[in-house]
């Protein structure tokens, strides 16, 4: 059965510190690897990943996939009370025609002022 | 601009009652989507339609229905056969091809018993 699991379920941090999110999972037929932050509605699309070993990086975010493993992390330096959110990791594969995304429970990050 | 509009933002269900959540997306994206969302879990899936006049179920579709007859719409209903309808439920839109695209959310709709 395919899925994703990421960890930890959730991290309290201070302003300036520095996180790394894990995700790993097993899907058939990957094709993608998608991260989210999700405040209080609706995800935001953050990185789209399908190539091992490539570096995405945005501001003080960015994420790397290793297709061997498998896994992504999602690194945040420099954290700020505005990166307080639930950060959501999905997966997309192909299977029977379709493709659709796994999505994995989140990590709920907290940044202290 | 370009987005996903779910309506209503709270909606209430009484027992034996159908509810109908709405979903209007004007990216012109073929693909549309909707998962449930449960205090820490992750998004499940329930419908997913990647043509009009046609969806497919996805891992949750037990107590819900979909219609596809517009591109531009794809409304959930919550049947009184879903017996924990209590959730955050997302709307998602998105290209189908090339695959590998991203997914656009709606703001949610958060469903509660009475």
């Known amino acids: 059965e395919d899925k994703v699991v990421q960890s930890p379920l959730s991290l309290v941090v201070h302003e300036g510190d520095t996180v790394t999110l894990n995700c790993s999972y097993e899907?058939?037929?990957?094709?993608?690897l998608l991260w989210y932050k999700q405040e209080k509605k609706a995800p935001t699309f953050l990185f789209m990943l399908?190539?091992?070993?490539i570096e995405k990086k945005s501001g003080r975010l960015s994420s790397i996939l290793d297709k061997k493993e498998p896994f992504s992390i999602l690194n945040i330096t420099a954290t700020q009370t505005g990166d307080s959110a639930v950060y959501l990791c999905?997966?997309?594969?192909?299977?029977?025609?379709?493709?659709?995304?796994?999505f994995g429970t989140g990590t709920r990050l907290k940044v202290l002022a | 601009d370009g987005g996903i509009t779910q309506s209503p933002k709270y909606l209430f269900r009484k027992e034996g009652q159908n509810v109908t959540l709405s979903c209007e997306q004007n990216?012109?994206?073929?693909?549309m989507y909707w998962y449930r969302q449960d205090p820490g879990q992750g998004l499940r899936l329930i419908y997913y339609?990647?043509?009009?006049?046609?969806?497919q179920k996805g891992d949750i579709a037990e107590g819900y229905s979909v219609s596809r007859e517009k591109k531009e719409s794809f409304p959930l209903t919550v049947t009184s056969a879903q017996k924990n309808p209590t959730a955050f439920y997302l709307c998602?839109?998105?290209?189908?091809?090339?695959?590998?695209?991203?997914?656009?959310f709606g703001d949610g709709t958060r469903l509660s018993i009475l």
């Open positions: 999905a997966v997309g594969g192909y299977g029977s025609g379709t493709y659709k995304y796994i």
């Open positions: 399908t190539s091992s070993g």
């Open positions: 990216l012109n994206h073929d693909a």
């Open positions: 998602a839109s998105s290209i189908v091809q090339p695959f590998n695209q991203p997914q656009h």
């Open positions: 339609s990647q043509i009009v006049n046609d969806f």
């Open positions: 899907v058939t037929n990957f094709r993608s």
